[in-house]
């Protein structure tokens, strides 16, 4: 398998006069295939399935991404997941609640939970998809040590129980590093690393808690044919600028919680920014001429930026109906012609 210059890649996305859209978008293939997303997200032969059916629905995206699973990496460290035929698995409780905990949690071999069932799907959609190149997606540091501690009491921990905090941090980022690089070893051209739950702190605490140890995966992963996609979609990305973009990535994903506009003029040119129409009330609540009209509205407002490529602010729903993803594709042609 031929491998894809992924720094040329993105130099050539800057490059381009007409942008191509990168939607996070995966889940939607349920609908296509008549199976529930908790049989999608067990089943690494479904997966592959799912992202393939999506890249030929889609001829016009640049990317494509795996389905971005936030439960996957806690799961592996041992924390309860909840299932759903709808919705994307989610995380309750918390396995570590006191320094002692963090200092016995063990760090989980590549393969606990379903970890390698979507190692496996990635390693199938990369033979499937060559048109383009094909994302894992994992979760960042900071994210996931929040859903071991508990998302809410994260941020008191922070303040609290800083040396906990660090202890988690150092031991998810190992584990981050080794399940980046077994993507990598299968084949992916790169991966979205989601770290939404970073976006909720202050620019000090987030350089901190986050922004030193997304650096340190960056610089353990990241090379000329895979490249790392940095997803936020908190509110407080703006003041955080600084250390999103110095943490070694090319590539910056935003959530509709900000205006792109407002982030555009912040980004170096040599860097690229994606985002950001609301996949929740837009593309599955909205109808079609309400993605249309936000994704018009997103062009004319950032496409000046030669850096800049329209994107959903988020993961898509998976019950979002297709003709509003269709809306989205349809209305950045438009705008080009």
Not at 271 to 281: C, E, F, R
Not at 297 to 320: A, H, R
Request: charged share 25%.
């Amino acid at each position: 398998m031929e491998k894809i210059n992924m720094m040329k890649w993105v130099d050539d996305a800057i490059a381009a006069e007409k942008k191509q859209g990168f939607l996070v978008l995966s889940f939607p293939a349920i609908q296509k295939m008549g199976i529930s997303v908790k049989e999608l997200v067990q089943s690494s032969d479904l997966q592959a399935q799912a992202m393939k059916i999506v890249a030929d629905l889609t001829p016009e995206a640049c990317g494509s991404v795996s389905m971005m699973d936030l439960s996957l990496e806690a799961e592996a460290f041992g924390s309860q997941v909840v299932f759903s035929d709808d919705e994307v698995p989610t995380i309750v409780g918390s396995i570590v609640e006191e320094e002692e905990e963090a200092d016995e949690l063990e760090i989980p071999e590549i393969g606990a939970g379903r970890t390698q069932i979507y190692i496996d799907a990635i390693e199938k959609a990369v033979k499937l998809i060559t048109d383009r190149p094909v994302f894992a997606g994992v979760i960042g540091p900071f994210s996931l040590a929040g859903r071991l501690m508990d998302v809410t009491e994260a941020m008191i921990y922070c303040y609290e129980e800083p040396d906990m905090v660090h202890t988690l941090l150092d031991k998810v980022s190992q584990f981050i590093i080794k399940y980046i690089n077994a993507y990598k070893a299968v084949g992916a051209n790169g991966v979205v690393i989601a770290e939404p739950l970073a976006g909720l702190l202050g620019p000090d605490l987030a350089q901190e808690f986050s922004g030193d140890y997304m650096k340190k995966i960056v610089e353990a992963t990241q090379e000329d044919d895979f490249l790392i996609v940095y997803h936020n979609c908190g509110n407080s990305v703006i003041p955080q600028i600084d250390s999103i973009i110095n943490n070694g990535c090319r590539v910056f994903h935003f959530g509709n919680a900000i205006d792109m506009a407002d982030m555009m003029p912040l980004i170096p040119e040599d860097k690229i920014a994606m985002g950001n129409v609301d996949p929740s009330s837009k593309f599955r609540n909205g109808s079609v001429e309400d993605v249309k009209e936000a994704t018009l509205k997103l062009m004319e407002k950032c496409s000046s930026y030669k850096n800049f490529v329209p994107s959903s602010g988020c993961d898509i729903p998976p019950m979002t109906p297709w003709e509003n993803i269709q809306a989205f594709f349809t209305a950045v042609d438009e705008f080009y012609a």
